[in-house]
Every structure is written in C-alpha cells, then in structure tokens.
C-alpha cells in the first residue's frame, strides 16, 4: 500500500476535521485544510506546522462549486492528492415546538453537507482515476441510516451522503481508489454542544478521532461507531414504519442556531 502523504481535510477550522488534521500532522505530510473562520482554521494550521507538517489553508463555502474546485485541481498540481477527506457540515432543526425546518434551512444544510462533499470530491476523481491511486472519504451520520424527525434536513443531508459515498465506492474500486463512508455516532464537538437533547453513546473527539484515523490506514470500506447506536438505528429502520417512527420521535432534541 503507497503510504498517504497529501491530505485534503474541508471543515478542518473544527471538530472532526481539526481533530484529524492534528492526528495526520507529522514531518513528510501536506496537508491541505479548508474551512470558513480565518481565525479557527489558523489555530489548526498552528499546531500541525508545530508537529512537522506543511500545511496549505484555504477560506471556502464547500457549498458553492467555485472557486473551491479550481483551488483544488491547483493544489493536486502542487502536489497530488492521496487522501480527501470531506468532514465539513452543519446541522439544524425543528424549533423546540416541533415546527418544520422551513425551505431556507433545510437546503442550506443539504448544500453544505451533501453539494458540499460533491464539490470537494469530483474535481478531482479524474485526476486520482487517471493516476490509478488515491482514497476518498465522505462522513455520513447515524441519521443517515434513519431519519431524525426532529432534523429533517440534516438526515436528508447524510442519507444522500452515504448513497452518494456508497455509489462512488462501487464505481471507483475497480480503478483501485478506496472510498472510506464514515458513519459516526455522537462525538464531543461544537457541533454537539449546540444539540439539546439525548446523546446516548457519546464518545470524546479524539476517540473518533482514533477510530476514524485507523480505519482509514485500513482502507475500510465502511467506518461505523459506536456499533450499539448504529444497530438500534439500523434496527429501527427495519421495523415497521410507524413503530420504528414512533421510537425515534420519543427521543426529543432540539437543535441551537449555529456560529
Ligand atoms: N459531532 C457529532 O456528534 C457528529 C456526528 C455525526 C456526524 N458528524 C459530522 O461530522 C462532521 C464534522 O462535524 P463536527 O461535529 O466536527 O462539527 P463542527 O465542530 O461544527 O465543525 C464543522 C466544520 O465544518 C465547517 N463548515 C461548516 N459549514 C461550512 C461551509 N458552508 N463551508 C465550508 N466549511 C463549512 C466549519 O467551518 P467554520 O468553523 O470555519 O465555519 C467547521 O470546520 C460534519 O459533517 C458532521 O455532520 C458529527
């Protein structure tokens, strides 16, 4: 296996992504790190250059193709890509009443969180393709396996995310790119602190962190955890809908506006 030497990292100015980024950091890695606050993303960029890494940063809205994938085609120029790894998201949701999201919020997170991995990925498979190397990872959700009622959205959001990851895999194996789907359940994050409401399995970030980083190393196809949060919402999926619906309307949450 070629050892993964440039990195792309999108929502790396917190959470997971700043969490991977400062895993990945060492002497011999680029690595390529996007986010939207200048001021988060350089504290990042501070302490990978601090463990050895060279680091690029660029300031984009992974919802908007362009000019996020003319930067990207320029940085695989400077140095090809081995590994892409589309973390960046938002979430939102129902008002405490339960009111829908309304057309503005829930486009804006499928935008993000599923236009946005499309806009980091494609720009560049021709080029991985080309060169017969590379990995792609997309991180999906546990509500990407059945849907949250309370956050219509964002489980619309990483559901396609997952089909899109899960398609990508099956077209790309051949040309020997691994697609890793990344399906997490709750980790500790900003994004987290903004969820009131039932958390159950919750694991510190840089368990994730460990977790995600390991099954990359192993080209997994698929990286799950926690197991148990998985199965009950897969579980619940297989259920008859209106009892399965009924389970996951009994967990109430609510979700904060975002920074
Ligand atoms: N936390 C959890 O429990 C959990 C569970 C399952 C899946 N996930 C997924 O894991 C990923 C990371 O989440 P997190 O918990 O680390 O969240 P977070 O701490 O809020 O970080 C989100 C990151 O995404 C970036 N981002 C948001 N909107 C963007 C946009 N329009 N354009 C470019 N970048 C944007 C943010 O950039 P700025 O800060 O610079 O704006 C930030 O770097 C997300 O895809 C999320 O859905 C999280």
């Known amino acids: 296996m070629t050892a993964v030497r440039t990195i792309l990292i999108t929502g790396a100015s917190s959470g997971l992504g700043a969490g991977l980024a400062r895993n990945y950091a060492a002497p011999g890695i680029r690595l390529v790190l996007t986010g939207r606050n200048e001021d988060r993303l350089e504290a990042v960029v501070h302490d990978c250059r601090v ?13 908007v193709a362009e000019p996020l994938g003319s930067w990207l085609i320029a940085q695989d120029d400077a140095a090809p890509f081995d590994l892409l790894i589309a973390a ?30 499309i806009h980091t990925i494609e720009p560049l498979l021709p080029r991985m393709i080309a060169r017969g190397r590379g990995q792609v990872a997309v991180v999906s959700s546990i509500a990407g396996l059945k849907g949250l009622p309370y956050s219509v959205g964002y489980s619309a959001s990483k559901a396609g995310i997952r089909a899109y990851g899960e398609a990508l895999r099956g077209l790309l194996q051949p040309k020997n790119i691994a697609v890793s789907v990344i399906v997490p359940g709750f980790f500790d994050t900003p994004m987290t602190d903004r969820w009131k409401g039932p958390t159950p399995f919750m694991v510190g970030l840089d368990k994730m962190v460990a977790v995600i980083r390991r099954g990359l190393d192993r080209r997994r196809p698929r990286i799950t955890f926690p197991h148990l949060l998985a199965l009950g919402n897969r579980a619940a999926d297989l259920l008859p809908a209106t009892i399965g619906d009924r389970i996951m309307r009994g967990f109430h949450f609510h979700i904060e506006p975002g920074r």
Do not use: I, W, Y
């Not at 405490?96 to 599923?114: F, H, K, S, W």
């Open 88 to 117: 960046a998201g938002v979430s939102a949701g129902a008002g405490v009443d339960g009111q829908p999201e309304g057309t503005a919020l829930a486009a804006m997170q499928v935008r993000t969180n599923l236009l946005g991995t």
């Open 51 to 63: 463990k050895g890494a060279e680091v690029v940063t660029g300031l984009f809205d992974v919802g």
